[in-house]
């Protein structure tokens, strides 16, 4: 658990996110080396005179592949704060079909309470890569906000962020052509990795994409016939990221750069009222 001087957890807890690529232009590497003290975004706004809630209630976790958090109606008890991996928020119809709606890595946070108060889940929390995360009770969550303005003005930032990539989604899934959807997504699963290697089957990309398994089939042996990536035995391998970046739609490029925000933007003012 963290101390007064912010020394733990550290890099003795959780190996630390290595710097790779082109990540968010550049910056998230910058970031990535010289952050406190778990790699987390969000967490790192965090002045050291005002971790004595880190100190109090944060809670190393292991993010366990296929995990959920959340179901759709649970109460939303801790506030899960991605080091590395990924968190998906899937939207799941009453007939059992789901579609993939946003994801969550180390920029920001997982399961926080829209109005501030303790909430239920309004979509499934799923672990679709497997990391490590720091949760808060959702009441410390919100202490925390209250204490600290660079804190406050951090979560602010990544609540808009989160709903601007949202609607992207949308109109993406309404809009965009399956081939450049799974290209999108297959680029955002590796931004939150550190291989070429992705374990992503046939079944987990059609239940992401909100399709049958023929035709992420289909999709993906097109990806793979134009060099893109490799695909076998439920995992694609990406050869060609500069390609796929051509074969997805323009959604990859505007979210990237939202999220890339949050490792740039100055605070906002609004937290000081
Ligand atoms: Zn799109």
């Known amino acids: 658990m963290p101390n007064a001087s912010g020394d733990a957890p550290g890099p003795n807890t959780f190996s630390r996110v290595g710097a790779r690529r082109d990540d968010f232009d550049g910056n998230m590497d910058q970031r990535r080396n010289d952050i406190w003290p778990s790699g987390n975004n969000l967490l790192s706004r965090v002045p050291p005179e005002e971790r004595r809630i880190l100190d109090a209630h944060l809670e190393p976790v292991t993010l366990e592949r296929g995990q959920v958090l959340y179901e759709p109606g649970a109460p939303l008890t801790h506030v899960y704060l991605p080091v590395s991996g990924m968190i998906s928020l899937v939207a799941v119809m009453g007939d059992g079909r789901t579609a993939e709606v946003a994801t969550i890595g180390r920029e920001g946070a997982a399961a926080m309470s829209a109005s501030g108060y303790t909430d239920a889940a309004f979509t499934r929390y799923a672990v679709h890569i497997p990391g490590q995360a720091f ?38 899934n309404l809009l965009h052509h399956l081939r450049q959807r799974c290209a ?34 289909i999709v993906a042996r097109e990806l793979q016939a134009g060099g893109l990536i490799e695909y076998k035995r439920g995992r694609i391998t990406v050869l060609d990221r500069e390609g796929l970046k051509g074969a997805a739609c323009e959604c990859y490029g505007i979210i990237h750069a939202e999220v890339g925000k949050m490792f740039t933007d100055a605070p906002s003012p609004e937290c000081w009222d």
């Not at 009441?139 to 303005?149: C, N, R, T």
């Open 184 to 217: 999108r997504w297959i680029l955002t699963t590796h931004d939150r990795t550190e291989s070429e290697l992705l374990p992503l089957t046939q079944e987990f990309l059609a239940e992401m994409l909100g399709v049958k398994r023929n035709a992420v089939n």
């Open 135 to 172: 949760r808060l009770p959702a009441q410390a969550f919100e202490d925390l906000i209250d204490a600290s303005v660079m804190f406050c003005s951090a979560v602010t930032r990544w609540r808009e962020v989160l709903v601007r990539a949202t609607l992207q989604v949308v109109a993406c």
